[in-house]
């Protein structure tokens, strides 16, 4: 009985021996972090508020730079405006990799522009920038596209006649119809059964990849992946989404004219065709139905939930919607349509955008980055495909550079004249080579979407301004701001 017992003990030890030596901390020379559990990595340090108050809690004990093992694998924090840049911007080729967020990936896989890596990436990047810019991105026509936009939904706003509404659905529409113009060649109407349903698959699915149980899946996923959960819907969710983008991409090849392509599918097409004889091309079937999902999905939801954002901060905060409106009769007027000129003269305006984005913080974590070689940071070797999460929420509540982080106060992007002032630390966007590729899009919806309805329209809620509660219904990759009512009265 004493030696089977002896036995099992040794090969117990010996099964932990062999995962301590097997533990990627042994290849280069991480930062430091606390000691991982063989399998479990640092499970006993997770905070039942998630992954951002877990990394806020070792950042207070081990630096601006520090390792966490999500499960058996390491990743290195980057926490604070400095540690950030010095990755993303002084060190941008060596951090330009992209590591996996691990509910979404048996969707993604390495395909689209978004999750790709290496040349793929590089060659997608630049395809979809370029096609971007050819149909709106940086361009006059955008602005007219949002400025029609905004109409149409200042007329939706109008049928209400005050009552109360939730506003989710509405800002969804005017984002996505936006990047539909682009990739697709169309915009829906509002009323559009199938454009809704898409649009209820696209804020499903950022919830549920923003919940408590999709962290969980981060640190287990090579063992939760056997069992139902929250993962199985979103996959589900996104392949109704991708379904639909293959038939949008069977439309656009069935009706396809050379000689003038309506939009990025059409153009991507024409890519394809002409390289079909390279077998190594990146233009295939696969990566264009990636690509226009990540497109169509970030260009969707990441607006439609900063502007839902910004108009709960508005309720909450009645005394900057009213210093808006000043600002917009005294510029714009009530007769003439917002345009993107507007903005140099609109400093407050502006700053109130600037602090929507920042308290908002929609994508805390960052979206993860990987080392694409063995790379010193700070004096630590990180070896090649390391993870590192960029804290972008640690970088826009940076007290160094916010006088208040925790309040919502536009004065931190004005001067002492009142003037926009830039700051360092705000990268809602993200930095470096990885920023968002629909940056240029998103920051002019919202200055023409947010001046926009509040040219035409005062707000009021059901709820006193101290009982509105901004605290997030989810706040994991992303946060989802709580539902609210909210009335738009004309003025």
């Not at 590089?122 to 370029?130: I, M, P």
């Not at 589900?236 to 009706?255: M, P």
């Not at 139905?289 to 990540?294: A, G, N, R």
């Not at 509105?468 to 009335?487: A, H, N, R």
Request: aromatic residues 10%.
């Amino acid at each position: 009985m004493e030696t089977s017992v002896l036995l099992l003990l040794a090969l117990l030890v010996g099964f932990v021996l062999l995962l301590v030596r097997g533990h990627p901390k042994g290849r280069g020379h991480l930062p430091p972090g606390p000691r991982p559990l063989p399998l479990l990595g640092n499970l006993l340090q997770m905070d039942r508020g998630g992954l951002l108050n877990s990394f806020m809690k070792l950042r207070e004990k081990y630096g601006d730079v520090f390792t966490m093992h999500l499960g058996p694998r390491p990743v290195v924090m980057l926490y604070g405006t400095e540690a950030i840049r010095e990755a993303l911007v002084d060190q941008a080729e060596a951090f330009s990799g992209r590591g996996t967020i691990a509910v979404v990936r048996p969707v993604f896989k390495d395909y689209g522009v978004v999750f790709a890596n290496g040349e793929r990436w590089k060659t997608l990047r630049r395809f979809s920038l370029a096609t971007m810019r050819d149909f709106g991105m940086g361009k006059r026509s955008v602005e007219e596209r949002i400025q029609e936009e905004a109409q149409c939904l200042v007329e939706e706003l109008r049928k209400s006649q005050g009552a109360p509404l939730d506003p989710t659905f509405l800002f969804q529409c005017i984002t996505a119809n936006i990047i539909c113009s682009i990739v697709f060649g169309e915009r829906f109407d509002y009323k559009d059964r199938q454009f809704l349903r898409l649009l209820d698959l696209f804020y499903r699915s950022f919830s549920l990849i923003s919940s408590f149980s999709s962290q969980m899946f981060e640190l287990f996923s090579g063992f939760l992946k056997y069992f139902p959960g929250t993962h199985r819907q979103i996959s589900k969710n996104l392949q109704e989404i991708l379904d639909f983008i293959g038939q949008s991409v069977e439309k656009h090849r069935a009706t396809l004219d050379p000689s003038n392509p309506r939009d990025f599918i059409d153009t991507y097409l024409l890519r394809m065709e002409k390289e079909k004889s390279n077998k190594d091309t990146e233009f295939h079937h696969e990566n264009l139905m990636l690509s226009v999902l990540s497109l169509f999905f970030a260009g969707t939801e990441t607006s439609s939930t900063t502007l839902r954002y910004g108009f709960l901060l508005m309720l909450k905060y009645p005394h900057v919607a009213e210093k808006v409106q000043k600002e917009i009769d005294q510029v714009i007027g009530s007769h003439r349509l917002p345009n993107l000129d507007d903005r140099t003269k609109m400093p407050y305006t502006e700053a109130v955008i600037h602090e929507i984005q920042r308290f908002s913080d929609l994508i805390p974590i960052g979206v993860p980055h990987r080392v694409t070689k063995d790379t010193l940071f700070r004096g630590y070797l990180l070896p090649k495909n390391t993870e590192v999460y960029p804290i972008l929420s640690s970088a826009l509540h940076d007290q160094r550079y916010f006088a208040q982080p925790d309040t919502f106060n536009p004065d931190h992007f004005l001067d002492a004249n009142g003037a926009l002032k830039k700051n360092e630390a705000f990268m809602p966007f993200s930095i470096g080579k990885r920023i968002c590729l629909g940056e240029g899009i998103a920051r002019n919806e919202l200055f023409l979407f947010f001046t926009t309805i509040l040219q035409n329209f005062s707000l009021s809620s059901p709820l006193a301004p101290k009982d509105i509660d901004l605290s997030p219904k989810e706040s994991g990759f992303g946060k989802v701001p709580p539902t609210y009512q909210i009335c738009f009265l004309a003025r």
